[in-house]
């Protein structure tokens, strides 16, 4: 079992930059891959960016990308994504999510963290 907890959303203007962070517990994380997904009010969840816990291999959607970066600290069970640039289609909640190394199916996932620009 993983448990996640998102924190650091908020209100920005666009240009403006935000860090959300996921602090995540939970038994051998160095088996899951972590994941960035965000959901923007009436359209369907979308994958924004994902990090293996242990090799560092990322991969980003292209909506994002040269603009946001995702990160770890191994040492405090954190996965960050850095946003840099907002835009106000970045409008939506922000969620992490957790998937054992070698599926593709995210298993667990946090509550959610909202982020609103303005334009």
């Known amino acids: 079992q993983v448990h996640l907890v998102e924190s650091g959303g908020g209100l920005v203007q666009a240009g403006d930059s935000l860090r959300v962070s996921c602090a995540a517990s939970?038994?051998?994380?160095?088996?899951?891959?972590m994941g960035w997904f965000r959901q923007a009010p009436g359209k369907e969840r979308e994958f924004v960016a994902h990090i293996t816990w242990r090799g560092g291999i990322i991969d980003y959607a292209d909506s994002v990308k040269g603009r946001f970066t995702i990160s770890r600290d191994n040492a405090k069970n954190t996965v960050y994504l850095q946003m840099n640039s907002l835009k106000p289609e970045d409008t939506a909640v922000y969620y992490c999510a957790a998937r054992t190394l070698g599926t593709s199916q995210y298993l667990f996932w946090g509550q959610g963290t909202q982020v609103t620009v303005s334009s």
């Open positions: 939970g038994r051998t994380l160095s088996n899951y891959a």
